[in-house]
């Protein structure tokens, strides 16, 4: 399988490698597999007063592609809004990382990655709310 440069650079390079404290309230965990290859993925952010994502960390046991995807995932989240971060497709990522079809799936585990870190983080938010 011939990567592309830009997965090379991520695996090689990854940004964002690293882990949060998932017991604090302003951070948001989503972990996801791909049935597809049992890869699995962990992405958090951690989102400041005024909703936006401040930084994001991941953890990614998976090929290279994977790696790539979350990498870069977590670099476009930054800076974002919640509903921004949400509007990220994975054919963005795929387009971007010039993926090949078999690899697609490796940039859906990014995008439900950050759908399941945003999911976390609004019903950490509900809870202390109520
Ligand atoms: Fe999962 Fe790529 S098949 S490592
Ligand atoms: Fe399965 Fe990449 S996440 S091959």
Redesign the pocket.
Known sequence: MAYSDKVIDHYENPRNVGTFDKGDGSVGTGMVG?PA???VMRLQIKVNDAGIIEDAKFKTY??G??IASSSLITEWVKGKSLDDALAIKNSEIAEELELPPVKIH?SILAEDAVKAAVADYRKKKEAASV
Do not use: L, R, V, Y
């Open positions: 791909a290859c049992g890869d998976g090929c592609s994977a490796c």
